[in-house]
């Protein structure tokens, strides 16, 4: 069964830095992709950022410029590297992974429902 773990989360001043990652088991991000989402309390879950196995990568708008995501096939693990951060960016940050079923398939989505697998989740808190 596959198993994504993140890691990393906690209480920060505004302005301040976190790196959260996450580590897959039992999937392979080389062929794949993984995504950053997250939802904040009466919110709905919303994406953040992605990267697949060829470090095509994605960026919500709202994070462009201060969040960066890396990730290593060889470890099976990829890394969300968060700066200047805001009050407006507290949330449970998810790690999560998309299957590509095609070898046809280079989208890097943006969408909730293309993930299939999900990991606990991690609290950040971006204190003013």
């Known amino acids: 069964q596959v198993q994504l773990v993140e890691s990393g989360g906690g209480l920060v001043q505004a302005g301040g830095s976190l790196r959260l990652p996450c580590a897959a088991s039992r999937f392979s991000f080389k062929d794949n992709v993984m995504g950053w989402f997250r939802q904040a309390p009466g919110k709905q879950r919303e994406f953040v950022a992605a990267?697949?196995?060829?470090?095509?990568?994605a960026y919500a708008d709202s994070v462009k410029g201060r969040f960066a995501v890396s990730g290593d096939n060889s470890k099976n693990m990829v890394w969300l590297q968060m700066n200047s951060l805001k009050p407006e960016d507290t949330a449970t940050y998810y790690c999560?992974?998309?299957?590509?079923?095609?070898?046809?398939?280079?989208?890097?989505?943006?969408?909730?429902?293309?993930?299939?697998?999900w990991g606990q989740g991690t609290q950040v808190t971006v204190s003013t």
């Open positions: 990267i697949d196995g060829s470090g095509d990568t």
């Open positions: 999560a992974a998309k299957v590509r079923w095609s070898r046809f398939d280079i989208s890097v989505p943006r969408r909730v429902a293309e993930y299939r697998y």
